[in-house]
């Protein structure tokens, strides 16, 4: 079957660095997602990883091992703003979308 | 501003009534998607539609309908609610065939008593 882990909940501290691992065992495998999405909120699109290696996108950077399939989203410069679900989604190989149940970040001051 | 819109926002419905929640984008997206989110299970695909005139079947399609007229409408229907089926709904949309963003809506929260 097909199969999305990250972990439910985190926290960290304003000014800090955090990172939000993705495990995935999937059928085919056409990239992967990360979006944020605010309490009560549509998620919102974060980055996306088709090739091996580090995309960086300002504060928030993604990084992806398809040979394990793994992930992660890193955070710098942590932000009160940055209190979120990050939802972690792999496209298979019929171009759907497979979730990960999302993890909660908590920042504190 | 360009996106998708939803309505209603939220919904209390009595069990065993029919509803339809409207789905509605001006992006000229070909595909769009309606999911479901519940606590601890993340978004599940209901159906979807690849472009006008088709739609399939996702992991949790049943007690469910969707049509798709036209390429800016894609409504979702209960033809009989259940309290399972108390969430809140996400439409979305993205371009087809290639691994690209989805744009979602701003969610309709359902409570079915």
């Known amino acids: 079957g097909q199969n999305i882990d990250q972990p439910t909940e985190m926290t960290a501290t304003e000014g800090a660095i955090v990172q939000i691992n993705c495990t995935y065992q999937?059928?085919?495998?056409?990239?992967l997602f990360w979006y944020q999405q605010h309490a009560g909120e549509a998620p919102t699109f974060l980055s996306y990883n088709v090739l091996d290696g580090l995309e960086e996108k300002g504060r928030f950077s993604s990084f992806l091992s398809r040979s394990k399939g793994y992930s992660y989203l890193l955070l710098k410069e942590l932000q009160m703003k940055d209190s979120a679900s990050y939802l972690c989604a792999v496209m298979d190989s019929n171009y759907q979308l497979i979730w990960g149940a999302g993890t909660k970040l908590i920042i504190k001051p | 501003i360009a996106g998708i819109t939803q309505a209603p926002t939220s919904q209390i419905l009595a069990a065993g009534r029919r509803m339809t929640l409207r789905c509605t984008q001006d992006?000229?997206?070909?595909?769009m998607y309606w999911y479901r989110q519940d606590l601890g299970l993340g978004l599940r695909l209901i159906h979807y539609?690849?472009?006008?005139?088709?739609?399939g079947k996702g992991e949790v399609p049943d007690g469910y309908s969707v049509s798709r007229a036209n390429t800016d409408d894609f409504p979702l229907t209960l033809a009989s609610a259940v309290p399972s089926q108390t969430s809140v709904y996400f439409c979305?949309?993205?371009?087809?065939?290639?691994?690209?963003?989805?744009?979602f809506g701003q969610g309709t929260r359902l409570t079915v008593v």
């Open positions: 992006m000229r997206h070909n595909a």
């Open positions: 999937t059928s085919g495998f056409n990239g």
């Open positions: 979305a949309s993205s371009e087809t065939g290639s691994p690209t963003e989805a744009f």
């Open positions: 539609s690849n472009t006008a005139g088709t739609t």
